[in-house]
């Protein structure tokens, strides 16, 4: 009997993982392992098995091609896969490889060696270890998370929390649910950590509606944890819940998570009180992103200096970034930071999709800027693209072909602000929906000159004054498609 | 702290945001959605400033100081800024729709003189109005969706009645209800207090009474005349009529709040029925006739009575909803004039249980703390009271610490709502509060938790108190009242050791056979745990009326002259001699029930009421109109014809609250001003000035031109008010009594060094039953009480537009029990009692236990009170509401119209909910 | 049909019935009433607010906040077609198109034949396999407009 591997992510099943598995769940001749996906999705599905010089694999998989396979023909070791060759795996080095609810492969594969190395460590040194690995959270604001814990476990309280934000919102991006997936002790470790350095006994997962699967692993995960007694803190118990959300945006927000966690309206918090010192039922909380907690393991099992090591110097260690839009080769790429956008697209990416050519791309998901062709050179790193007014938000990269409307989409970016506006604040709540018939109307050949000007009036001013950074950042693919396309918006205006 | 705006140097307080520390500079910074009663919230964004080294705009309003920040609250950026919001506001205002005063100003300041995203082109407020409540209504053209009123009725009333609807350009706020076909407010738990409409600040949430009537041209400062909280208002006025009353944000004791009745109760002032001339009776007629004539005969009769009968045949029951100006003079009036002490007060009916038992306890007979002291109560354990219900700025205050997260004790037979709120819900038998607080005490003495040093250095008597609750286990209180064993440990355990708890309590401990020892007990266990004395602890009886302090505080009582002074105090005899040139009778009076027996025997030959509905309100209804049409003359002064007006020979109108000037005595012993917003109609004289002219017509005259001049009287025959006069008054938020000397703030805190006796007593007291239990032929306890919306006899209240929230007393019956009966919601029933009958719709509720039956009493045509007996507390008369066997007997079932029942329904939700 | 609905209504609260110190959890409560019915029946909202013990406008508030959250009865089937920017970038309005010409109405109607209800998400995560269509719990990734049509009519 041979055994194969074959991803059962939501991505891979989407491509036709799911229709093999199907296929062939009654075939003797094989045992058919479910793994997690290698994140090489232009490939998927990927079937592989095992030989002596490692894993050798089978791409775009139909049904048929199971002879093929069972006789070892055609297949391509993965070690000579050039998108994954190049690629620098710690958080994701098991994907692909082991099976997303087996603790004792996570184990072997070096899991739970962070949370051991935690154990044997103080609160305060498990801090100290983060700052010195200079780790940022990699859900969008990027801010140091020693900081945010040293205020948590400070502030005296007999209950604290431990939030992962696995809303991922941002469109374009994937890594989060990937990581619960696929590889979901990781998280689960992670958040471990947290608990112990801050003195928590309670974790919640704010899961997005849109992810069951992830939800469910999840779940299933956190069983299989609390049965193998890996769910305790500090020996008292350590509750982790996973919390599914309704669809709304915002509530990727951490203030409006932790209402919509208490099962209020997702709405935003005026901040001060930080979540860190009031979040959940008014308790120290920290909230972060499910790629931070899935990077803390690596941290305390290698060191600090390990992560401090690795990229720049304002960003530390390696950023998942994905790629999406017309891509020739769309996927999960983990590199240190510092690489330039053009190396991202050209290297991993493989140029654009067959028969399309390039226009604009996209980081940093729906409030993200816009580059065209001649900005490319920026490098992937925190500080850069802050100096040029983007953001690398949760590392989606989204790449646009020359078929796209560019006046469509600006519009389709305020129409997302508009829908998605908590409607707590004027700025967003109001001129989200001014902006996006603006844009209509530009759109319907009625558009003036001073409609463009009252637009960036107009977006200065959500972008100075919004409540959060919905309606503050909601202007900027709007202003960075008119800046690098303007005679799109041009030819729409009314003579 | 201090830090920098615009230029100026600024101190603050660590905590402020930068928006509060401008404002206290004088800086005014545009805002539209901040309120300092509201937590720091963000979303109108007008408020943006700029701090040196600190990116971007924030809003100040949710930016807390830091010492030497620099803020800059004015530059072209935050104007442009700010402009462009404001036409943001101005851009989804409908067509046509008026912008309310803020609005309109922030434009003409922000100089918005167009609109620039084109009309036609771009979506509008969605046209929403909700007139559904009878007091005001939402326009949803004119909101700005800043949410100050859904915060508002979350932070300061605790109702959420009110939610943001919908997200994004739609959100905007709504009462309740998802189902299109629901009314909004009307349909919704709102309690009506008008906290939104009071935060609104555009005017979208509008009083009706200035919708239909304009805005007020001038306020007058005043005080509630319900409920003894004592809410201060800002009376505002609009051609001599009132139109608004408006909660005051410096109120001592309300902070801004306010509840329906004071904010929207006050239309019967403007009743069509008010009374407005003397009526005489004939026969079963009335003739008006002039006031000169309505005085003289008042004079004339009771001068013949006194001579053909005595002083002893004649007998005064006092008003406690009137001044203490107008107390003190009818006491007077009896004492000097009539030559007796038979004058007494509605505290009869309601806490004289709790003036008896504190008096002996601790010396001194009212609340010992201030309601500021809920701010720093460690614990508060409410006993026998619904403050949500019959205190509603109380009860706000106790949900309010109760979110800050002050554990809530709650003692009571019915699941009221803060019993549902309650950390801890001790629901126990009617009449079995002595059996439950005494195992307390068992408990507290079991586990060490008494507070020794307090004990020995300022209590005498304890070992009688510890023997008596030797006996007294958790597990023989378990049998008696009901409530486990291991609750009442708990409910110990927590009141001992918080280090502050604040108890108060109210009539489920008075109102019963033996509610003196009800709050014996209590005194009992606050001073075994030293909960006397401190901020945050006390034992604190929630008075019931406006002014049913002051009415007992000013002598209206038949045992005590003026400041609880005893009658035979020779040197008070010496002072009142000189003051008043009559000496004071030393002979104790007749209290109310011995007034009835009197009246009945033919010794009482005349009785004078003032604002106290006897008729309606006093139990065992069947005798106290025996008595009433016993008497040879009555005369009644009130507002209203009102049940008992209607025995009277003299009917006199009386002047209300909004037309007068005098002073209030609320349930903290704070005197607080009222003063005339308007002129009584049709020239009615007010109360003091009907007793001046009575007693001068009788040959002692009372020359008084202002009711200043009567407290400046008071303020020297009563110590504990000696440095009480209305200058002082109009400068202070109200004084607390005592305040002994002119230079004396008045008292917050009461005993704090020693009590007036020196030391406090224990006082041993055993549990005794009620004075009735249910049997096989009466199986239900009945127990009656309030509801939010009406008030007492209810001959105000009725008179308003409440009427269209509650229409009718109701019968709450636990669901089984409706079963057990087969009866339906809305169902009318009629109750019997040994003494007499009532009918009553009954409606299912979860408030109260199988077996136990409740009721209000605020409409007469229910006459609930001809079912209640004459039993009463053996020391204090007060008599037993709280507890009564009926039955309970379906009667032909009359089809009720589908009208009534959809408001049964409701009703039932309501009560439920 | 009612008394199944009642005790699905039943089983769905008393799972989510607060047990202190716990407070009451709304959204989780309604997710539990739409997992159980399939949506949230307006009829409904005050035997809800009962158990939970909140107020009606606390509901209404979450209720209308999440557009997740339905108060309609779906269709048999449930197509979602990702509007989410990698779908955008891959052409996924011509997707939404094809969905919509198929099943004959905008998004949001419903077919006379109750079979299908069309709705526009936000990024299903699957972007590296777009453009995106959900069909009930089943993930199609990299979809053609043109096979649209074949694709639906498995869904009968
Ligand atoms: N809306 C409104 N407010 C009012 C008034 C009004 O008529 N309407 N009246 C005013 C007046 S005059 C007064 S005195 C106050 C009274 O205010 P409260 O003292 O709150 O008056 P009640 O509602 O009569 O009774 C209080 C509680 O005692 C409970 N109770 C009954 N029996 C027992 C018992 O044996 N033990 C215990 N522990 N509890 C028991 C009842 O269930 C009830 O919840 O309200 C004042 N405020
Ligand atoms: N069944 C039952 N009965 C009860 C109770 C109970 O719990 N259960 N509670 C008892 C208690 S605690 C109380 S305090 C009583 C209250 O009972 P009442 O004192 O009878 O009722 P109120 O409505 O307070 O006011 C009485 C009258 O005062 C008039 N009035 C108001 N202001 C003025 C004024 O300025 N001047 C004059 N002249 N008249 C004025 C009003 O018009 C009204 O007719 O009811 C008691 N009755
Ligand atoms: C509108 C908005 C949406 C957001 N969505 C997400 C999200 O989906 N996932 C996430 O991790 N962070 C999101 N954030 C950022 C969070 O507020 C927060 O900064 C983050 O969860 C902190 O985790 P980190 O420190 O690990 O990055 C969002 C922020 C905003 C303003
Ligand atoms: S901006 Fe340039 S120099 Fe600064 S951290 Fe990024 S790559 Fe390094
Ligand atoms: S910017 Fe938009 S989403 Fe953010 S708080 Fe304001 S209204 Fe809500
Ligand atoms: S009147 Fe009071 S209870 Fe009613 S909605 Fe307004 S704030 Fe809430
Ligand atoms: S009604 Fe008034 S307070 Fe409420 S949101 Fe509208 S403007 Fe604000
Ligand atoms: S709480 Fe009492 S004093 Fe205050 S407004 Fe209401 S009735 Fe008047
Ligand atoms: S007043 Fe500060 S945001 Fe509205
Ligand atoms: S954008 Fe459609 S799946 Fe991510
Ligand atoms: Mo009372």
Redesign the pocket.
Known sequence: MVRLYLANDTSSCAAGAGRLADAWCERPEIQLIRTSSRGAFFLEPMVERDTPNGRETWFNVAPDDLPRIVAGVGGTPVAEIPFLQQQTRFTFVNFGITEPLAIDEYQTGGGLKGLAAAQGLSPEAIVEELRISRLRGRGGAAFPVWKKWQVAQQVGAEQKYVVANADEGDAGTYCDRMIMEGDPFRLIEGMLICARAIGATRGYIYCRYEYPAAAQTMRFAIQKAREADLLDCDDSPFDLEVVVGAGSYVCGEETALLESLEGRRGVVLAKPPYPAESGLYGKPTIVSNVLTFATIPNILAEGGAWHASLGTEGSCGTMALQLGGRVKQPGLVEVPFGLTLRDVLDRFGGGMAPGSRFKAVQVGGPLGSLFPESQLDIPICYDAFAKAGAILGHGGIVVYDDETNMVELARHFMAFTADESCGKCTPCRIGSVRGREILERIQRGQGTAEDLALLSDLGETMKATSLCALGGRAPYPVLTAIEHFPNEFRRCQKV | MQLNINGKTVVAEPGDTVYQAAKKAGISIPSLCVSHHLAPFGSCRLCVCEIDGQSGTPASCTTPVRPDMVVQTESDRLRRHRHNIVELYMSEQPEGSEMSGPLRELRLACGVDRVRYPDGARSKRASVRDDSNPFFTFDNAACISCARCVRACDEIQGTHALTMFGRGFEARPSAGPYQPSARGFADSNCVSCGACVKECPTGALTENTVLEQGVPTRTVRTTC?YCGVGCAFDAGVRDGRVVQMLPSDDGPSNRGQACMKGRFGWTYNDAPDRLSVPLLRRGNDWEEISWESALDLVAQEFTRIKGAFGQDALATIS????TNEENYLFAKFMRCVIGTNHIDN?AR??HSATVTGMMETLGASAATNSLQDLDVAQLIMVVGANPTESHPVVGARIKQAHRRGVPLIVIDPRRTELARLADLHLQLRPGSNVALLNAMGHVLVKEGLLDQAFISARTEGIEDWIKTVSDCTPESAEAITGVPAHLIGQAARLYGSSRASYCCHG?GVT?HRWGSHGVIALCNLALATGNIGNPGTGINPLR??NN?QGASDMGCLPTYFAGYQRLDDPKLATLHQTVTGRPLPAKRGMKTPDMWDAAIAGRLKGLWI?????A????NLKKVHEALKRVEFLVV????L?ETAKFAHLVLP????LEKDGTFTNLERRIQRIRKAVEPPHGILP?WRVVCEVSNRMGYPMPYQHPSEIMDEIATLTPMCAGVSYDRLDQHEGLQWPVPTAGHEGTALMHQETFPKGKAQFVAVEYLPPGEAASKEYPFVLT???ILQH??????TRRTDILELVDTDVLEMHPDDMEGLHLRDGEVVRLVSARGEALLPVVGSERVLPGHLFTS?HFPAST??AL?SSSADDSSKCPE?KVSAVRVEPIEREELDPEDEAELRHMRARLIT | MRTQYGTRLAEALESCRPVPPDKPNILKTLLAVQSALGYVPTSDLPQIAQVLEVTDAQLAGVLSYYSDLRTQPPSRHLIRVCRGESCTANHGLRVLLAVQDHVRVAAGDRTQAERFTVEQMSCAGNCAVSPTVIVDDEVHGRVVPSQMAALLERYK
């Open positions: 005349a008003s406690s909803r009137g509605c009916v309601c009539l109102e019931g009326q049913v003032i604002g106290y509905d006897v309606q309100t006093d139990p002064q009130d507002l209203f009102c009386g002047a209300s609250f109360d009656t009480g309030r008030y007492n006899c209810g001959a105000q009493f609930v009170n209640l509401y």
